[in-house]
Nanobody
Framework: QVQVVESGGGLVQTGGSLRLSCTVS????????MGWFRQAPGKEREGVSC????????YYSDPVEDRFTVSRDNAKNTLYLQMNRLEPEDTAMYYC????????????????????WGQGTQVTVSS
C-alpha cells in the first residue's frame, strides 16, 4: 500500500520561510517523479513544482520561481520544498504527489498526471 505523508506546514509571517517534507512508502521512490501542489479555499489545485526521479531536473510555476526550491533524498524516500520569502498569496493546503514516470514532462502542473497523493499540510502566511 502506497502512503504519502506531508509535514512541515504552519503559520508564518510575510517574508518568512518554511520547509515542507513528504515521506513516501510502498513504491520505488527513485522511479517516480514527484510534484508539489497547493490549493487555496475556493480555488483549483495548482502545480507548484516537480522534480524528476533522479533529482537532476526541476520545474516551478511562475509565482514561486526564485523563492521555492524542490529537492529529494532518494535514500530516505523523502521529498522537500524549501519556501522562502513567503507571501500571503502562498497560503494554501500543500500536497505532495507521485507520478508513475521518471520524468516531469511539459504537463507536470496537471494534477491528473499524478497517481498517488498525500493528505496535505496547511501553510498560512500572515500579513
Amino acid at each position: 500500500q502506497v502512503q504519502v505523508v506531508e509535514s512541515g506546514g504552519g503559520l508564518v509571517q510575510t517574508g518568512g520561510s518554511l520547509r515542507l517534507s513528504c515521506t513516501v512508502s510502498g513504491l520505488s521512490f527513485d522511479d517516480y517523479a514527484m510534484g508539489w501542489f497547493r490549493q487555496a479555499p475556493g480555488k483549483e489545485r495548482e502545480g507548484v513544482s516537480c522534480i524528476v526521479s533522479s533529482g537532476s531536473g526541476t520545474y516551478y510555476s511562475d509565482p514561486v520561481e526564485d523563492r521555492f526550491t524542490v529537492s529529494r533524498d532518494n535514500a530516505k524516500n523523502t521529498l522537500y520544498l524549501q519556501m522562502n520569502r513567503l507571501e500571503p498569496e502562498d497560503t494554501a493546503m500543500y500536497y505532495c504527489a507521485a507520478r508513475s514516470s521518471a520524468l516531469c514532462s511539459d504537463s507536470w502542473y496537471r494534477p491528473s498526471r499524478y497517481n498517488y497523493w498525500g493528505q496535505g499540510t496547511q501553510v498560512t502566511v500572515s500579513s
